[in-house]
C-alpha cells in the first residue's frame, strides 16, 4: 500500500532510541502536572478549609451519588479503563512508532475494499510522516482515557470519559482496524469481528448516557438483544458453505480456522500459550466438520437465549459465552497481544465485558430515585466556576477523584497538541532520515575542488561557489529509480530554506560514466522540473573529466552488466561558505515513500541552516 | 416482551441479510462493456532481425513476477558466424524494453523508460556491439512497440513513436528532436479520417526515404499505413482483400528489409483473429498479401523478418509459423522449444529458436525439411537481480 512501508525497520535502533526520549520527555511533563495539580490541590484544602469541608462533589461536578452506580456501569467502566490502560501500554512497545503503519495497519486493511485501504492509507501516510509524535499520542491518549474513567466516577466528568472513549475508539476503528474488517470476505466471530475497537465505543456510549438512563432494564435489555442478533447472524455466517471454515483441511492445506491459528503458533509467545494454539490447530484439521459446527450451535443458542428476554436463560448464556469467548481469546486469537505488534487484548475480553455488562443492566437495575440526584451542575453554574476568583474554591472543594481525572484530561491533551502540531508540517520528521541514512557524519576538512559544465553548459568549480553553502551530491541522470527522488529532496529543501536559499547552490554530480552528454543532465532536469530552479547545477563532463572527481569525494560509480543501472554510492556532502566538507549523509532514502523523501530534505535544509546561521 | 421477542427476531433477520450479503456475496464480474473495437493485439518487443552486421535478437530474461527484476537482453550472431553472444549495452536501465532500429554497420537501441524514468534513452553500436556511445535520449517514454523506432539507412535520420501518440524525428547527430506528427493530427487528415486512426504501432521509411507509420483502424478493411509525401499524408496501405473486407485491421508490424517494405497485419478479432504479411518493393505503391493464417485463439508473443523478407512469429501453445514471402504459404514448424521468445533466420534456410529460462538463453535450430529442433548453444546471462529496486 502505498505511503505506509517507508522501508525502515521497525527495531531500527535510532527511532526506538528516539520514541522512548520522547516518551520519557512527555512522561515527566506529566509527572510535572500531576505533581502541580496535586500540590495546587493540597495547598488550597490547607489554605480554604471551608470550601475543603464543603465535601467533595457538591461543587465539583461529581456529585454525591443520590443512586449507586449501578453494577454494570461499574464493570465498563472499570474493565474498559483497565483495557484503555492496556493498551496505552501496548502503544509505548519500542516498535510501534514505525511498524504500526506496516505491521498493524495495512495487513488488516489489504484485503477491505480500495476505498477502505484509501481512507486507511491516508492514517497510515500521516502517522508514518511524524512517527514519533503519532505513537507518543497514542500512548498518552490511551493512557489518559483509561486513567479517566477510573477517577470519574459520575457526573458530567464520568460521562464526558465515556464519550471520549467512544470517540477515540472510533478514530482506532476506522484507521487501525479498517473497520474492523467489516467490508472484508472472511468475516467471522471466531478472528475478532466486528473489531474489539468497536465494543469500546458501544461501551462508552452506554457510559456516556445521563443517569436517568440507568434506572431502567431497557438499556439491559437492548443490550443483551443486540448481542442475540449479532450473534445470530453470525452463526449464519459461520454457518455458511464455502468459506473453508467447515473443513479442518482441504487439498492438504489447512483449513480457513487452522490456517490463521496455524500462522498464530510460531510467532514469539510464552511456550505453553503456543504449545496450546499448536494443538488447537491439530484438532481443527482432524474435526473441522465438528468444531465449526460447535461454534454455529454455540453462537446460535447464545444469541437465541439472549433473544428471549428471560434473565434465567441469559445467565446461562452469559456464562457459556463468557467461557466461549475466553477459549477463542485463548486458542485462535492468541491472547491479542501476541502473534505480531500487539496493540490491544483482541475482541473477546471487551465483549465477554459488555455482554455481563448487559446482563447485570437487566437484572440488577436500581430502583428509581425518589428525588433527582444532586445537579450535576453546581448552583453557580459552570460560568461561575470558570470566573478567576472561584477557581481556588472549586478545587479546594474538589475531590482527589476529580484532580486525577484532570490529570487524565491533561494527559490526552499532553499526547494530543503535538500530535496535531505535527500534522500540520507537510515535511517528515528528520528521524526517518536519519535510520535510513545513519547520522551524518560531522566532518573538516577542504571539498576537493572540481571544474564541470553544468546544464547551461557553462563551466562550474568549486571556488565559483565560494562564499556560499553547497549541498552536493551525485546523481545517475538514467536511473530508474533514487536518484530521481534524492533530485526531489534537495528540490525540497531548497523550498524549506526560504529565503535562505539565494545563500545555499544545490549541486549534483553525474554518476553516470555512459550517459554523461548535456542532453541527458538536461533530460534529467525536465522530468524532475529542476530546470527553473536557479540555484540548481547538474554538472557532468567526459569520462576522464568525471571519474576523478568521484575518486577524491570517495564514490564509486560502477558499470553493471546485463541491463542494470550504474551502481553508486549515495552520498550528500554538506560544504560551507569556504569550501570545507562539514557534514556527510548517506542519502540512499530506501524505497523512497514521499515521507522519507522529505524527511531527507528537512535534514539537508537543517544543516544548511547551521552553517548560515537560523534566521 | 413476546413483542420485543418479535422485534429482535425481525431485527435478527435484517441484520443476518445484511451481513450474509455483505460476507458471503458471490464475486460478480463487471458487465462487460460494449466496444466498437475490440483492443488490438499487442506485439511483444521480443524479436530479431537482419543488418549487415549480423542478426540480432532481443529478450526479456530474468523470469521475475517482479517487473523490475526482467531485464531485456540484446544478442547478435555476427554476419558469418554461428555463434551468438551477449551485447546488452551497458550502464542504462533496461527494465522498461528495448527498441532497436538499424541500418548497415549501425544499431540504435532505445530504452523504454520504467519506474521513476520518463524519457527514453538511445545508444549506438558500429561495431556488432562490441562498444557503444550514447545519443541524446527522446524527451518522452517511446511507444512499447518493436518498430517504433526506426533509421533511413540512406539519411541515417530517426523517426520515434511515442506512448502519447506524438511522433518524432531527429537527423544524425540526434541532438534536437522534433514533432513530424501525431496520432491527433494524422488522424484529422483525409487518410486518417477515412482509416478512423485510433492508435501509431509503428514507423519505417520507404526505400526513398519516405517515413512511413503504421496504426489502427477503426473503419473495418482498412490497413493504416500511411507515407509522408513532401508534408502531405497519404494512404500507403494494402487494399485488403474481399475476405477480410469487413475486419478491423491493425498494423503490428512494419519494417524494411533488404530488399521491400514489409507489414505484419492482424485481421478481426479475438478467436476469429488472422494474420496477413504484406510486401512491397515499390516504396509501397503495390502490395502483395499472404494468405491469412487464422489463430484459432491463440496469442502471437513474437514476430521477426529475415533479409529477405521471410515473416516468424511465435504463437501461444509453442506453435511456430514462418513464411518466406510472396506467393507461399505459412509453414508450420516444429513444436517450439519451451520458453521460446523468439525466431531468428538462420544459415541456409534454418531458423533459430531463442529459448529463455530465467537467466539462461538456449538457442535451437530447424532445418527445412527436418521436424526437430537442435539444440546448438547456450548462454548464461548475469542478470543483476534487485539492481533496479
Known amino acids: 500500500m502505498p505511503g505506509m512501508n517507508t522501508g525502515l525497520n521497525a527495531n531500527d535502533p535510532a527511532v526506538i532510541a528516539a520514541f522512548k526520549a520522547v516518551l520519557l520527555h512527555q512522561g515527566l511533563i506529566a509527572l510535572l502536572i500531576f505533581g502541580t495539580l496535586g500540590l495546587a490541590w493540597v495547598s488550597i484544602r490547607a489554605w480554604l478549609p471551608a470550601a475543603a469541608s464543603d465535601g467533595p462533589g457538591t461543587k465539583t461536578g461529581t456529585p454525591a451519588p443520590a443512586v449507586a452506580e449501578p453494577a454494570w456501569r461499574l464493570l465498563l467502566r472499570t474493565g474498559f479503563g483497565i483495557l484503555w490502560l492496556l493498551d496505552g501500554i501496548l502503544q509505548a512497545q519500542p516498535q510501534m512508532a514505525i511498524g504500526l503503519p506496516s505491521q498493524v495497519i495495512e495487513p488488516t486493511a489489504v484485503s477491505s475494499p480500495p476505498w477502505v485501504q484509501h481512507v486507511v492509507n491516508w492514517a497510515g501516510t500521516s502517522w508514518s510522516y511524524h512517527p514519533l509524535q503519532a505513537g507518543a499520542a497514542a500512548v498518552w491518549i490511551q493512557a489518559g482515557i483509561g486513567i479517566w474513567m477510573h477517577a470519574a466516577v459520575r457526573g458530567p466528568l464520568s460521562r464526558l470519559a465515556g464519550l471520549a472513549s467512544a470517540a477515540w475508539g472510533l478514530v482506532v476503528w476506522v484507521f487501525g482496524e479498517s473497520f474492523g474488517g467489516i467490508f472484508a470476505p472472511g468475516l467471522t466471530w471466531l478472528f475478532g469481528a466486528p473489531g474489539a475497537v468497536l465494543i469500546y465505543v458501544v461501551a462508552g456510549a452506554l457510559i456516556a448516557l445521563p443517569e436517568r438512563a440507568w434506572r431502567t432494564r431497557r438499556l439491559g435489555w437492548l443490550t443483551v438483544a443486540g448481542f442475540g442478533v449479532f450473534l445470530t447472524g453470525m452463526a449464519v455466517l459461520q454457518a455458511w458453505p464455502g468459506r473453508g471454515f467447515w473443513q479442518g483441511t482441504a487439498h492438504g492445506q489447512p483449513g480457513t480456522l487452522a490456517g490463521m491459528t496455524q500462522s498464530m503458533a510460531p510467532t514469539p509467545q510464552p511456550h505453553f500459550l503456543s504449545a496450546w494454539v499448536s494443538a488447537f490447530t491439530a484438532f481443527d484439521q482432524a474435526h473441522g466438520f465438528a468444531v465449526n459446527l460447535f461454534a454455529v450451535v454455540g453462537l446460535a443458542v447464545i444469541g437465541a437465549l439472549f433473544l428471549s428476554g428471560q434473565p434465567r436463560l441469559i445467565r446461562p448464556a452469559v456464562i457459556a459465552f463468557t467461557v466461549l469467548c475466553l477459549a477463542d481469546w485463548v486458542l485462535i486469537e492468541d491472547i491479542g497481544a501476541f502473534g505480531g505488534l500487539g496493540t490491544d487484548p483482541n475482541s473477546m475480553i471487551p465483549m465477554a465485558l459488555l455482554a455481563a455488562a448487559g446482563y447485570l443492566a437487566l437484572t440488577r437495575a436500581p430502583a428509581p430515585a425518589a428525588e433527582p440526584a444532586s445537579p450535576a451542575v453546581p448552583a453557580g453554574g459552570w460560568a461561575s466556576r470558570l470566573r478567576a476568583a472561584a477557581a481556588p474554591r472549586s478545587l479546594a472543594a474538589a475531590s482527589i477523584r476529580s484532580v486525577a481525572a484532570a490529570w487524565a484530561i491533561g494527559l490526552i491533551i499532553l499526547g494530543a497538541a503535538p500530535m496535531a502540531a505535527a500534522q500540520a508540517n507537510p515535511v517528515a520528521d528528520p528521524i526517518l532520515a536519519q535510520a535510513i541514512g545513519g547520522s551524518s557524519a560531522p566532518a573538516n576538512y577542504p571539498a576537493p575542488p572540481f571544474s564541470l559544465t553544468d546544464q547551461h553548459g557553462r563551466n562550474v568549480t568549486l571556488a565559483s561557489l565560494h562564499g556560499k553553502v553547497a549541498l552536493l551530491t551525485f546523481l545517475d541522470d538514467t536511473c530508474t529509480t533514487t536518484c530521481p527522488l534524492e533530485a526531489q529532496e534537495f528540490r525540497l529543501a531548497g523550498q524549506l530554506l526560504g529565503t535562505q536559499a539565494r545563500h545555499v547552490e544545490l549541486v549534483a554530480i553525474n554518476a553516470n560514466p555512459v550517459d554523461y552528454q548535456l542532453g541527458y543532465i538536461r533530460a534529467f532536469d525536465r522530468q524532475e522540473r529542476l530546470g527553473g530552479i536557479p540555484n540548481w547545477l547538474y554538472l557532468t563532463g567526459s569520462p576522464a573529466q568525471l571519474r576523478p572527481v568521484w575518486a577524491r569525494y570517495g564514490v564509486t560509480a560502477q558499470i553493471l552488466p546485463a541491463g542494470s543501472m550504474i551502481g553508486h554510492s549515495e552520498i550528500a556532502f554538506v560544504i560551507d561558505q569556504n569550501g570545507h566538507v562539514r557534514q556527510e549523509m548517506n542519502f540512499d532514502p530506501g524505497p523512497g515513500t514521499a515521507a522519507t523523501q522529505s524527511s531527507f530534505a528537512a535534514e539537508l535544509a537543517d544543516a544548511a541552516r547551521q552553517l548560515l546561521g537560523r534566521p | ?389
Open chain 2, 1 to 389: 416482551m413476546n413483542r420485543q421477542i418479535h422485534r429482535a427476531l425481525a431485527l435478527t433477520a435484517v441484520v443476518a441479510g445484511a451481513m450474509l450479503a455483505a460476507g458471503c456475496g458471490t464475486a460478480v464480474p463487471p458487465a462487460s462493456r460494449q466496444s466498437t473495437r475490440a483492443a488490438p493485439p499487442t506485439p511483444s518487443l521480443d524479436t530479431s532481425l537482419v543488418t549487415a552486421a549480423g542478426t540480432w535478437a532481443v529478450a526479456v530474461m530474468g523470469g521475475s513476477a517482479a517487473r523490475h527484476n526482467n531485464f531485456w537482453q540484446l544478442f547478435i550472431r555476427p554476419g558469418g558466424s554461428t555463434r551468438w553472444k551477449l551485447v546488452t549495452p551497458p550502464g542504462t536501465a533496461d527494465n522498461g524494453g528495448l527498441v532497436l532500429a538499424a541500418a548497415g554497420q549501425s544499431l540504435i537501441t532505445a530504452f523504454r523508460p520504467s519506474q521513476n524514468l520518463t524519457f527514453t534513452p538511445l545508444t549506438e553500436t558500429r561495431t556488432a556491439g562490441q562498444a557503444w556511445s550514447a545519443l541524446s535520449p527522446v524527451g518522452a517514454a517511446m511507444a512499447s512497440a518493436p518498430d517504433a523506432l526506426a533509421m533511413d539507412p540512406a539519411s541515417g535520420r530517426l523517426l520515434a513513436v511515442l506512448a502519447s501518440g506524438t511522433v518524432t524525428q531527429a537527423a544524425p547527430g540526434y541532438s534536437t528532436w522534433t514533432t513530424l506528427t501525431s496520432r491527433r493530427f494524422l488522424a484529422a487528415t483525409p487518410p486518417g479520417r477515412h482509416c478512423g486512426l485510433q492508435a501509431l504501432t509503428a514507423a519505417s521509411f520507404t526505400w526513398s526515404r519516405t517515413p512511413l507509420l503504421g496504426g489502427t483502424c477503426a473503419r473495418p478493411g482498412t490497413a493504416g499505413i500511411f507515407a509522408d509525401a513532401h508534408g502531405t499524408w497519404q494512404a500507403a496501405g494494402p487494399a485488403i482483400p474481399a475476405p477480410l473486407a469487413r475486419q478491423d485491421i491493425t498494423v503490428l508490424r512494419l519494417t524494411r528489409t533488404a530488399q521491400q517494405t514489409v507489414a505484419l497485419l492482424t485481421a478481426g478479432s479475438g478467436s476469429a483473429t488472422s494474420l496477413v504479411t504484406a510486401w512491397s518493393a515499390d516504396n509501397c505503391a503495390h502490395w502483395t498479401l499472404s494468405p491469412p493464417f487464422p489463430l484459432h485463439g491463440a496469442a502471437l508473443t513474437s514476430a521477426s523478418f529475415g533479409a529477405d523478407g521471410t515473416a516468424a512469429v511465435v504463437l501461444t501453445g509453442d506453435q511456430g509459423e514462418t513464411i518466406t514471402g510472396p506467393g507461399q504459404r505459412w509453414r508450420k514448424l516444429p513444436v517450439l522449444p519451451p520458453g521460446t521468445a523468439t525466431l531468428a533466420a538462420g544459415p541456409q534456410g534454418a531458423i533459430s529458436a531463442l529459448a529463455v529460462h530465467r537467466t539462461r538463453l538456449t538457442i535451437w535450430q530447424a532445418f527445412p525439411g527436418r521436424a526437430t529442433w537442435t539444440k546448438a548453444q547456450s548462454i548464461s546471462v548475469p542478470i543483476q537481480f534487485e539492481s533496479s529496486s
